[in-house]
């Protein structure tokens, strides 16, 4: 990965990159930035040496591929400049979306703070109970850890992340779904459905009164 690579993934993380795809969310929102905006994070982000962070990413790629330690690889991209705990997941997580968690807002408030919002550090401490929780879910469910993230973004975003149930089916259904259900499902039918069985019923009656047909023929 290239310092090119992490600053697009910087600029899709604080706000809504022209680049990024379009999420249906946006439909009917305003954009929304994907964490807290911090304006000199790029600035710090870019101060690093190219073939510093080139080196550094792949250190870290590599120590995860052979120990599946996400904490320590998190600790290795960390040590560049303007890369936190978030943004460190967020490079992880590129790399391995089925396993890793992006330390977004909404999975934190979503998994940690049962749909509530709260005030978030950032830090190693908080990424590594949003990890476990996101883990545990993983494989009760079995679903990916992105999976998980975009139910999160969906759910917070609609204002309905408090006393959800998490099931398999809410996981795959609004990940793979982002459109939100449709409130049309659960509105009854129109009372003009059975208006045109029934009329359909006296019609067909023969021993329906001559005038009854005309007079309806009539207001038609």
């Known amino acids: 990965m290239t310092i090119d690579e992490v600053k697009l993934l910087v600029e899709w993380k604080l706000s809504v990159s ?20 911090r304006p000199t994070l790029m600035k710090l982000v870019s101060s ?7 080196e550094t990413i792949q250190k870290a790629i590599n120590l995860y591929r052979s120990k599946s330690d996400v904490s320590a690889a998190l600790g290795i991209l960390t040590q560049l400049k303007g890369i936190g705990p978030a943004t460190a997941s967020l490079l992880l997580a590129v790399h391995d979306a089925d396993n890793v968690i ?3 807002d909404e999975a934190f408030y979503w998994l940690c703070l049962g ?13 590594a109970a949003l990890n476990e929780k996101a883990r545990a879910l993983s494989e009760r469910l079995g679903v990916k850890a992105v999976d998980i993230e975009r139910v999160a973004f969906v759910l917070m975003k ?28 659960s509105v009854k039918p129109p009372a003009k459905a059975p208006g045109k069985r029934k009329v359909a019923d006296e019609s067909s009656d023969a021993n329906a009164p001559p005038p009854r047909r005309s007079k309806r023929g009539k207001q038609s």
């Open 18 to 37: 022209p680049r990024q795809p379009t999420h249906p969310i946006y439909t009917n929102n305003p954009p929304r930035r994907h964490g807290t905006f």
């Open 48 to 54: 690093n040496e190219p073939k510093t962070v080139k």
């Open 102 to 104: 992006f330390f977004a």
């Open 115 to 127: 749909g509530s919002k709260g005030p978030i550090k950032y830090n190693a401490k908080e990424y």
């Open 158 to 185: 609609e204002g309905a992340g408090a006393g959800v149930e998490v099931s398999e089916e809410k996981v795959k259904v609004e990940s793979k779904a982002p459109v939100k259900p449709s409130v049309k499902a």
